[in-house]
């Protein structure tokens, strides 16, 4: 299994900014993608930005052009630049890891998620 450990998330006033971070460990042989999600009380969880390990980015409409998300590949850390927040951006934000990683059976691929970070927007 891989283990995921966030931070950096908090409560900032509306057009504040923060950065997520997102590191992965555990016996990983190979990253396919990262990303971030995120779920807000009594809603679904979507996707927020992801990247993969050749560094193509996908964002979500409703962040595009405030959000950035970048990968640092030999650290398997995976970071979340949010500028111009808005109130709607309150939510749990988890971090999400897409590859291939050895077990003593052998190697496996799947997903593993983190235990999500609270980023509050609010004056």
């Known amino acids: 299994q891989v283990q995921l450990v966030e931070s950096g998330g908090g409560l900032v006033q509306p057009g504040g900014s923060l950065r997520l971070s997102c590191t992965a460990s555990?016996?990983?042989?190979?990253?396919?993608?990262m990303g971030w999600y995120r779920q807000a009380p009594g809603k679904q969880r979507d996707m927020v930005a992801t990247?993969?390990?050749?560094?193509?980015?996908n964002y979500a409409d409703f962040v595009k052009g405030r959000f950035t998300i970048s990968r640092d590949n030999a650290k398997n850390t995976v970071y979340l630049q949010m500028n111009s927040l808005e109130p709607e951006d309150t939510a749990i934000y988890y971090c999400?890891?897409?590859?291939?990683?050895?077990?003593?059976?052998?190697?496996?691929?799947?997903?593993?998620w983190g235990q999500g970070t609270q980023v509050t927007v609010s004056s």
């Open positions: 999400n890891f897409e590859g291939t990683w050895s077990t003593n059976w052998g190697r496996k691929f799947g997903s593993s």
């Open positions: 990247i993969t390990s050749g560094g193509r980015t």
């Open positions: 555990g016996r990983i042989f190979s990253m396919n993608a």
